[in-house]
């Protein structure tokens, strides 16, 4: 079966290779270790969906149900030899070959037009400012320590790059800001 890779599977698929979790442990794992900035896990409906479909393409297993008076019952799963091989594809395939992933916000400069620069510089403006505060989440992340010893870099490396491209975001906004500002950027208002 060929299954369509996504960033929750590889966090499954990644989180299981530490030793079998249920899904509830895999959702908070990805909140504790910061995984949900890059990992959407805001819906538990998305993440059982997601575990019964790398179930049944066989790379994950259900292995033991786990009884807690506390919760109900959790069935806990198995990473497979299969679910490790395709994890370590996936992890390769990803960090070699960049991929378009048609964000929001090229698409909607894609239609800039049809607003007033003026409009545009003030959107524009009011979205460096919320880059601005995230920059400064991303720095004191970057400085978070765990038992009063720093993180070490392995694990913040999507921090790091996080920054990075909200830093530049942050520049090249800044840039087209001043253009709209001065007039060297201008168009007429409405459909082309």
Same mark, same amino acid.
């Given at each position: 079966?060929?299954?369509?890779? /996504?960033?929750?599977?590889?966090?499954? #698929?990644?989180? #299981? *290779?530490? @030793?079998? $979790?249920?899904?509830?442990?895999? +959702?908070?794992?990805?909140?504790? &270790?910061?995984?949900? +900035?890059?990992?959407?896990?805001? +819906?538990?409906?998305?993440?059982?969906?997601?575990?019964?479909?790398? *179930?049944?393409?066989? $790379? =994950?297993?259900? %292995?033991?149900?786990?009884?807690?008076?506390?919760?109900?019952?959790?069935?806990?799963?198995? !990473?497979?030899?299969? @679910?490790?091989?395709?994890?370590?594809?996936?992890?390769?395939? =990803? !960090?070699?070959?960049?991929?378009?992933?048609?964000?929001?916000?090229?698409?909607? $400069? /894609?239609?800039?037009?049809?607003?007033?620069? +003026?409009?545009?510089?003030?959107?524009?403006?009011?979205?460096?400012?919320?880059?601005?505060?995230?920059?400064?989440?991303?720095?004191? *992340?970057?400085?978070?320590?765990?038992? @009063?010893?720093? =993180?070490?870099?392995?694990? #913040?490396?999507?921090?790091?790059?996080?920054?990075?491209?909200?830093?530049?975001?942050? *520049? &090249?906004?800044?840039?087209?800001?001043?253009?709209?500002?001065? @007039?060297?950027?201008? &168009?007429?208002? %409405?459909?082309?």
């Amino acid at each position: 079966m060929t299954f369509r890779r /996504s960033p929750l599977a590889l966090a499954i #698929l990644g989180l #299981l *290779e530490n @030793g079998p $979790l249920h899904p509830y442990g895999i +959702q908070r794992l990805i909140k504790q &270790w910061g995984k949900d +900035q890059v990992v959407n896990v805001g +819906q538990r409906t998305s993440l059982y969906r997601m575990i019964v479909r790398l *179930e049944e393409a066989g $790379l =994950i297993t259900a %292995g033991a149900t786990e009884r807690d008076e506390r919760y109900p019952e959790r069935t806990v799963y198995h !990473l497979t030899e299969d @679910g490790r091989t395709v994890c370590r594809e996936w992890l390769a395939e =990803i !960090l070699t070959t960049p991929r378009n992933e048609f964000p929001e916000f090229p698409a909607a $400069l /894609s239609f800039v037009m049809l607003v007033t620069p +003026q409009t545009a510089a003030e959107l524009l403006a009011e979205r460096r400012d919320h880059l601005t505060k995230r920059i400064a989440e991303l720095d004191a *992340e970057l400085t978070l320590e765990v038992e @009063g010893a720093p =993180i070490p870099r392995f694990a #913040l490396l999507e921090t790091e790059y996080q920054r990075a491209v909200t830093v530049a975001e942050a *520049e &090249w906004i800044d840039g087209i800001v001043d253009d709209l500002t001065t @007039g060297s950027l201008t &168009w007429k208002p %409405g459909p082309v």
